[in-house]
């Protein structure tokens, strides 16, 4: 572990037991398929075979009829959904598309695009209802890639969209495919690319991929007679489930209750929603408890994978110096507005001090599933493209690919491509660490054998955070907060409240709760929970630490600014009378009732994020398979809470990334069929795939928060596809620039089958 100056502490920083652990390992923490209620029935969605087809006529009659079957919906039982924005933390929405997304009204849009749903004694039963409803569409020709999407002649899946030019906000003339255009500039970039020592130009292409969780989504939902809706569901956000449940089912938030199961994944693709107002609906019309769970082949066809792309990069660079790069990156949104591109063309160079660039932003629809969030959304494809020119200049100059990023790194006061300032960063410490460590300078020897590095960058998120904290008698403390647990965030909260109090990390009892029971908690996403309600618990901590100044004040008859509290232990400055925190929680009766704390807070103080990765490949021409032979991620993590959990997620999020690089793809025939909707088609990573990830832990502690937090759980997927991909090159001399660099295209390449 790589250290920058740190105060000594006594909880953060160890490895304790996850409190939810015991239950997980033992198969009694209840997930969204476990729910099972009095009376529940059992939905299914009809979904269109076509990806792009207008709805003529939905005729249910048949099913209705079916012995079994209690309720049947279509679009037509959705209200009129508002035509706004509602934020959902990683992303924001429009109410509207995501009501047409849930149910399709006049056309489909998608292969998979749901239609209508029934809700029958059995999960058969329903299945031959779905068979019964009768669907008259009128096929219309799909249009699957951004650039044919971009042509004038494209068949256009909204003939009333028009591309909105975020920095005017004008809109175009004519209907377009592109819902929206940014761009971001600065300098002279014509006269850095005459000046320059060297320019690379390329275009890279990767396809859409999906999170991979093992858990699918799934909802329950039981409409009460009194109006009221409960939903038992697994999503990274209960509120904002409640939030647009309510929107779209035009009811008021506090006839909402979410009550969050345990999670089993999410990497961003559980923050949309996709059956809980179908499943709320149905009971309503049936009066009896609804679950509905989608199949695995539903989640890839149906729910959100990440953008495929097609990004164009032209960079230049003299002596040393990376001096301008031109970009354009066209990201495919799905079927509704809402790709990932912005936040691509924000962290693209956000690695680098780059005096002069010029990026261009396209938010693309396509007749494909509506993307969602996916680790550190759009950051992996921008960071292919620009990591992969940056090794070719590198390559090309016999520079050594670490100390170019050095020099050209990123540093506190560097502004980022929208003209803010980083404040204290750690890209420099991180290339640093790398050029370090065993890994880079150890050999890498052997035919068709090498070695690639790449840099990464993610925001990280603030938002909204709540938390409640009670003393018991005992001396335990109740943590109550309603951050959905994906990477053992009960661990690193409960961590940080018992570091706050000075208290063992054993007494602190951490609870998720109900959206019912506490105040709002935006999504766990965008890597934000150890730090904003991690920032929350330590006001909550604080707050109970003056709480009990004052009752050892009041019964010491002492003023309060004459007692303190150091380390669980509440003192007299004056005669050294003393409590411990556990002996001062069993007086509470008698001193004003019982002790809590809270805070409810927007988080300030962000700090982003930087890795830089190393990997070692040896590629078999023959065969075009790659083995990853050793891989190594260093972070800037600001401050390791739970070590072992902080090495988890960079170890995780790499995996994902090796199977993005080299095997992961949604495969698309000509009408838009996906053609690999399960895991024996849609090849991911396993554990024979990768070799242990060593991990380095570069701590450049975030002054925005009282214990120096960066969210760790976004940067590990960002290098690791151009690492790989210029790991590749190094071993056989091929760029490759389109993603997966699967066996196939390594054998076509390498024997010249790529036209």
């Not at 809706?229 to 509120?239: D, E, N, P, R």
């Not at 054998?449 to 960058?457: I, K, N, P």
């Not at 690089?661 to 991911?684: H, I, K, P, Q, T």
């Amino acid at each position: 572990m790589t250290t920058v100056e740190r105060p000594a502490y006594r909880v953060i920083g160890t490895r304790p037991i996850r409190p939810d652990g015991v239950e997980k390992v033992t198969g009694k923490a209840l997930y969204g398929a476990d729910i099972r209620l009095p009376g529940m029935i059992y939905g299914k969605i009809l979904r269109s075979p076509h990806a792009h087809a207008r709805i003529r006529a939905i005729d249910t009659s048949a099913a209705e009829r079916i012995p079994g079957v209690l309720a049947v919906v279509t679009h037509a039982d959705l209200p009129a959904a508002a035509d706004r924005v509602e934020e959902l933390g990683e992303s924001a929405v429009n109410v509207k598309e995501v009501s047409e997304n849930i149910l399709a009204s006049e056309k489909v849009l998608y292969r998979g695009h749901a239609v209508a749903a029934v809700a029958a004694t059995s999960p058969h039963i329903a299945e031959e209802a779905l068979d019964a409803i009768r669907v008259d569409y009128e096929v219309l020709p799909p249009v699957l890639d951004v650039l044919d999407a971009m042509r004038e002649d494209a068949p256009l899946l909204d003939e009333n969209r028009r591309t909105r030019t975020l920095m005017t906000g004008e809109l175009s003339e004519k209907p377009s495919n592109v819902a929206s255009y940014n761009r971001f500039q600065h300098g002279d970039l014509e006269a850095a690319f005459a000046e320059a020592d060297i320019v690379v130009e390329r275009e890279f292409r990767t396809k859409m991929v999906h999170q991979g969780y093992i858990e699918p989504q799934n909802s329950t939902a039981n409409w009460n007679a009194d109006g009221t809706l409960t939903i038992w569901t697994s999503t990274q956000g209960a509120f904002a489930v409640r939030n647009l449940v309510a929107e779209v089912l035009r009811m008021p938030i506090a006839r909402v209750r979410v009550i969050p199961m345990e999670i089993g994944g999410g990497f961003g693709g559980k923050l949309p929603i996709y059956l809980d107002p179908v499943a709320a609906l149905l009971s309503k019309k049936s009066g009896r408890p609804v679950k509905i769970v989608m199949s695995r082949t539903e989640v890839f066809e149906a729910t959100g994978p990440t953008s495929g792309t097609v990004i164009r990069v032209k960079a230049a660079a003299k002596g040393d110096r990376l001096t301008a790069v031109q970009a354009h990156l066209y990201y495919e949104a799905g079927a509704f507005p809402g790709s990932s591109v912005g936040a691509g063309s924000m962290t693209m160079l956000a690695p680098y001090n780059v005096e002069n660039f010029d990026i261009h932003a396209y938010d693309i629809v396509v007749n494909k599933p509506k993307t969602a969030a996916y680790r550190a959304p759009g950051a992996p494809a921008a960071a292919f493209a620009i990591e992969s020119v940056i090794d070719e200049i590198c390559r090309t100059r016999a520079i050594d690919p670490l100390v170019f990023r050095k020099v050209n790194s990123a540093r506190q006061g560097t502004r980022m491509v929208n003209g803010i300032a980083f404040p204290r960063i750690g890209h420099e410490e991180c290339v640093e660490a790398a050029m370090q460590s065993p890994h880079y300078r150890s050999p890498i020897e052997g035919p068709y054998r090498g070695r690639g590095v790449a840099s990464g960058y993610w925001f990280n998120g603030g938002m909204q955070s709540s938390v409640v904290v009670a003393v018991n008698t005992d001396g335990t403390v109740n943590l109550i907060e309603g951050s959905t647990d994906i990477g053992g965030t009960r661990a690193s909260l409960a961590m940080q409240l018992a570091e706050t109090l000075g208290i063992p990390y054993e007494t602190i009892r951490p609870s998720v709760v109900d959206t019912d029971s506490i105040g709002h908690n935006d999504v766990t996403g965008g890597s934000r929970t150890t730090f904003a309600t991690g920032m929350a618990v330590y006001e909550a901590g604080m707050a109970i630490r003056r709480e009990m100044i004052a009752r050892a004040a009041k019964l010491w008859g002492l003023p309060e600014d004459s007692v303190e509290y150091d380390g669980g232990i509440i003192r007299s400055k004056t005669d050294g009378r003393q409590f411990t925190f556990k002996e001062l929680a069993a007086q509470s009766a008698r001193t004003g009732g019982p002790i809590t704390g809270k805070a409810s807070l927007v988080a300030r103080g962000v700090g982003g994020a930087y890795g830089t990765h190393i990997v070692d490949v040896e590629v078999d021409p023959e065969t075009g398979k790659v083995t990853i032979l050793r891989y190594t991620a260093v972070q800037d993590v600001g401050t390791a809470i739970h070590p072992s959990y902080v090495e988890g997620q960079i170890q995780g999020g790499v995996v994902q990334g090796i199977g993005w690089a080299l095997n992961e793809e949604y495969v698309f025939d000509e009408n838009g069929r996906m053609l690999n909707s399960s895991f024996l088609d849609y090849r991911m990573p396993t554990a024979l795939d990768v070799p242990m990830i060593e991990t380095v832990l570069v701590e450049v502690p975030n002054p925005g928060h009282p214990y120096g937090v960066r969210g760790v759980g976004e940067v590990p997927i960002v290098p690791p596809l151009a690492a790989i991909a210029n790991a590749i090159c190094d071993a056989t001399g091929y760029r490759f620039t389109e993603l997966p660099i699967s066996p196939r295209r390594i054998v076509e390449a390498l024997n010249g089958l790529t036209g």
